[in-house]
DNA sequence: TTTTTTCTCCGTCCCATGACGGATCAGAAA
DNA sequence: TTTCTGATCCGTCATGGGACGGAGAAAAAA
């Protein structure tokens, strides 16, 4: 018999750990070497832990599973990690893939998938979830309106989303009112929006100033 | 020994699902009796499993757990109803007690903590997760400055909140745009806020029109 | 090089917005 | 009954917000 693939999870769900370890357990040819409950813990003891494999949750209370993939993947880029998120969070796919994950899944997954995503990314190969990838083929050829917009104009529009008005934003970027109102207009045209109320639901909508950027 | 505790599962994570019939094997006196994988599907099927205490996600595509709650509570009211969710997602407790939730636990609790609020269940006694707690007493004297609306504000407020101008909401109201402004001010001064876009802002994060009020 | 585009900046004008005052009506408390 | 409180409604008025036009600078295209 070959080597066993060597298996770690990160989630901060004690249930869901102790859950899916006694369910690989059924599998010969996985083994568990260990578990983390944060990204920022997984980050520090994967390496004494050595895993071939890390299956990652995004949500967590301490470091999250992008900033500890790329984190991980930086020390040792030949782990091979596999998101396991509980929803497909809109537009977190895409920093996921970008920090190098190799594989995406959902926690609806059956475990058999899961199992098999496993044995798959040992070998190389990418498994993406159903409904993630149809979010990365609308979202590849992503007209996002909000890309359109110049660094100033971003700059404007956070802190329309975060309640400002015109003077305040001026004062803050040292720029006149009558700027602000120029930005404030293109903004509007790019956005398609009809004025600032609009902008910042647009903002929170598209969970904009929520994350990364 | 005495009788097994009838225990069953709903939740749309099958990993989830094994995960926890898995561990809860090692319970001697707890006897798993079935899964489902939606709120629907458990209204269908509890009543042939004949569970005593039913574990419940909350967020589910088919069938929100709050609802099925409510509806089994209806069918059988000696069930044991215990919530078991991934977020304290903000105002998602109160429902959810009102539905006749006997416990409320967060996915993050450990197996022991799962376990032994079966047992206290088992014996009529509610447990409620700390964090979710906090979130209780801080929420019961809930001075939230929303609940401090009337119910044409809360209308008004929505419709702000969806983007519509004085003039728009006036239509849809059919009553005069002057009059809209009267309730806008009236929003404004309760919520504590300058204008229209903070209002719209103090909604989304509040998340007060994305689900039930 | 010149030309064109784009970004950032500021000005003028008009209207929706929001502050303030007041009227009407309904229900509760005296 | 009267009184009081509060919800809903409409008026007047000053101002911030948004549409429009344009200038200077820098980068990209010619």
């Given at each position: 018999m070959t080597e066993k693939i060597r298996v770690m999870l990160v989630d901060d769900h004690d249930m869901v750990r102790k859950?899916?370890?006694?369910y690989l357990a059924t599998e010969e040819s996985i083994e568990w070497v260990g578990e983390a409950s944060s990204g920022n813990e997984a980050v520090r003891i994967f390496a004494a832990l050595n895993p071939e494999i890390i299956l990652m949750d995004l949500i967590m209370e301490d470091g999250d599973g992008i900033e500890a993939t790329k984190q991980i993947l930086t020390q040792d880029p030949s782990k091979k990690i596999i998101i396991l998120t509980s929803f497909y969070d809109d537009e977190q796919v895409f920093p996921a893939i970008e920090a190098g994950a190799m594989s995406y899944l959902l926690k609806t997954a059956s475990s058999d998938e899961?199992?098999?995503?496993?044995?798959?990314?040992?070998?190389?190969?990418?498994?993406?979830?159903g409904k993630v990838a149809q979010k990365l083929v609308s979202g590849m050829h992503?007209?996002?309106?909000?890309?359109?917009?110049?660094?100033?104009?971003?700059?404007?529009?956070?802190?329309i989303a975060e309640g400002k008005s015109n003077a305040e934003i001026a004062d803050l970027l040292f720029i006149g009112i009558k700027t602000v109102k120029t930005h404030v207009s293109s903004i509007f045209s790019k956005l398609e929006v009809a004025d600032r109320t609009q902008a910042a639901i647009y903002a929170f909508q598209n969970h904009l100033f929520t994350k990364h950027n």
């Open positions: 859950g899916l370890k006694a899961i199992i098999e995503t496993i044995y798959k990314a040992h070998r190389g190969k990418t498994v993406i979830d992503r007209n996002r309106p909000f890309d359109q917009l110049t660094t100033r104009e971003k700059e404007v529009l956070q802190l």
